[in-house]
């Protein structure tokens, strides 16, 4: 198979960067045929915000640049990753044109909530799935708190919903969980076309026979991720050692409550060697995050690595998560109940044996790479027959 990937990246690399180029090595591994055409969104940079606007919604440039592609590598299918803001629903049109499928895997909510995160001011929100024209997102501001932002990407879902882009334009769409796939359908996006497919990790390792005791957090040091909840429950759990691994806009502030409190110690980035060496010590992860996750990548690291997790009650993560077999389950922003879960998991050593055998199964069920990629191809054939049936019934009606 031929395949051709579309990633536009964001200007801080991500997990999304890291999952198609997962994708892209799995692939070429298994002898398809794959070219990458990316973009990055620092390529906006010093342009006016009225170009960059209208780029979000239409770029006939990278149309006719992906239209290039498609004529010289001739792709039996496209995968799109993101395409914000650089390449815009345009691509699609490029494929359409062609005659060829698109397979889109939705990372995150951009689909049907301007800001990506159907999050606003720390708590879950969906007020623009009720909304015709996005009306709660542009009144307050969610894309980077700049209105003029927000409209763009808020014109931008509007105006392909009424081209009805997503529907005619895009064969199949991967959502990352159950949660995710129902959301979507939620926000408009048409469920005869979501399937779903985990991320995945290709070099799980081995766990190791023994552990340190001690908790870890690995993530974006920023309020979504819960990293106050985190630290509020420390002040309760002087006992409990926590290592914070990450960077983000909290990292000072992480950094001063490491010295004040006796348990937690603040480790800074990590490399992603560094990280697996401290999964493989841990006695267990914590994901406290308050907004809808799609699907941590950590979380299968973990899983990997025999380490269970202890995650928020909250969308995907409590799906991903089962709670006293993989991990437990609290309430989200809850510090109280925060501490006494991981005082509990770590005055159980039994149970956490246990469950560090649990995840371990889970991820060779559901997570390894092989089993991505036999998924994976799954879900290309089913795009390519879909096409086909579509293509054929236009035809047949003309």
């Given at each position: 198979?031929?395949?051709?990937?579309?990633?536009?990246?964001?200007?801080?690399?991500?997990?999304?960067?890291?999952?198609?180029?997962?994708?892209?090595?799995?692939?070429?591994?298994?002898?398809?045929?794959?070219?990458?055409?990316?973009?990055?969104?620092?390529?906006?940079?010093?342009?006016?915000?009225?170009?960059?606007?209208?780029?979000?919604?239409?770029?006939?440039?990278?149309?006719?640049?992906?239209?290039?592609?498609?004529?010289?590598?001739?792709?039996?299918?496209?995968?799109?990753?993101?395409?914000?803001?650089?390449?815009?629903?345009?691509?699609?049109?490029?494929?359409?044109?062609?005659?060829?499928?698109?397979?889109?895997?939705?990372?995150?909510?951009?689909?049907?909530?301007?800001?990506?995160?159907?999050?606003?001011?720390?708590?879950?929100?969906?007020?623009?799935?009720?909304?015709?024209?996005?009306?709660?997102?542009?009144?307050?501001?969610?894309?980077?708190?700049?209105?003029?932002?927000?409209?763009?990407?808020?014109?931008?879902?509007?105006?392909?919903?009424?081209?009805?882009?997503?529907?005619?334009?895009?064969?199949?769409?991967?959502?990352?969980?159950?949660?995710?796939?129902?959301?979507?359908?939620?926000?408009?996006?048409?469920?005869?076309?979501?399937?779903?497919?985990?991320?995945?990790?290709?070099?799980?390792?081995?766990?190791?026979?023994?552990?340190?005791?001690?908790?870890?957090?690995?993530?974006?040091?920023?309020?979504?991720?819960?990293?106050?909840?985190?630290l509020e429950a420390c002040r309760r759990l002087p006992e409990i050692k926590v290592r914070v691994v990450g960077?983000?806009?909290?990292?000072?502030?992480?950094?001063?409550?490491?010295?004040?409190?006796?348990?937690?110690?603040?480790?800074?980035?990590?490399?992603?060697?560094?990280?697996?060496?401290?999964?493989?010590?841990?006695?267990?992860?914590?994901?406290?995050?308050?907004?809808?996750?799609?699907?941590?990548?950590?979380?299968?690291?973990?899983?990997?690595?025999?380490?269970?997790?202890?995650?928020?009650?909250?969308?995907?993560?409590?799906?991903?998560?089962?709670?006293?077999?993989?991990?437990?389950?609290?309430?989200?922003?809850?510090?109280?109940?925060?501490?006494?879960?991981?005082?509990?998991?770590?005055?159980?050593?039994?149970?956490?044996?246990?469950?560090?055998?649990?995840?371990?199964?889970e991820y060779e069920l559901r997570y390894t790479a092989e089993v991505n990629y036999r998924r994976l191809l799954?879900?290309?054939?089913?795009?390519?027959?879909?096409?086909?049936?579509?293509?054929?019934?236009?035809?047949?009606?003309?």
């Open positions: 198979m031929r395949v051709l990937l579309l990633h536009n990246r964001y200007q801080q690399p991500g997990g999304e960067d890291a999952v198609c180029e997962s994708e892209r090595r799995l692939l070429a591994e298994h002898g398809h045929d794959v070219v990458e055409v990316g973009v990055d969104n620092s390529s906006l940079e010093g342009r006016s915000r009225v170009l960059v606007g209208v780029q979000t919604i239409w770029s006939a440039e990278n149309r006719r640049a992906v239209a290039k592609a498609i004529r010289e590598f001739r792709p039996d299918l496209m995968h799109v990753h993101n395409f914000h803001a650089v390449f815009s629903p345009s691509v699609y049109y490029a494929a359409s044109a062609a005659v060829i499928p698109v397979v889109q895997t939705v990372h995150n909510f951009r689909l049907v909530c301007p800001a990506a995160t159907l999050l606003r001011r720390g708590a879950v929100c969906e007020e623009c799935f009720s909304s015709s024209f996005y009306l709660p997102a542009l009144r307050n501001r969610c894309y980077r708190q700049d209105r003029k932002a927000t409209a763009a990407v808020a014109a931008m879902l509007w105006i392909h919903s009424r081209l009805r882009t997503w529907r005619r334009k895009v064969t199949l769409y991967i959502a990352l969980t159950e949660f995710a796939r129902r959301k979507l359908i939620e926000g408009g996006l048409p469920a005869d076309r979501i399937v779903v497919k985990p991320n995945f990790v290709a070099d799980g390792q081995e766990p190791a026979s023994v552990r340190e005791g001690f908790a870890l957090f690995v993530g974006r040091l920023a309020p979504e991720k819960g990293i106050h909840t985190l960077d983000g806009p909290l990292a000072e502030e992480v950094r001063a409550a490491a010295e004040s409190l006796p348990g937690v110690s603040y480790v800074g980035r990590q490399s992603g060697q560094g990280v697996r060496a401290l999964m493989r010590r841990a006695a267990f992860l914590v994901v406290p995050s308050t907004w809808y996750e799609g699907f941590p990548l950590v979380v299968a690291e973990a899983f990997a690595a025999g380490l269970p997790v202890i995650a928020s009650r909250l969308g995907s993560l409590a799906e991903v998560v089962s709670d006293g077999q993989t991990g437990f389950l609290f309430h989200p922003g809850d510090s109280e109940h925060l501490a006494a879960i991981m005082r509990r998991a770590m005055s159980s050593e039994q149970d956490l044996e246990q469950m560090r055998l649990n995840v371990r199964r799954d879900i290309y054939q089913q795009a390519l027959e879909r096409h086909r049936r579509e293509t054929h019934r236009a035809d047949a009606s003309t």
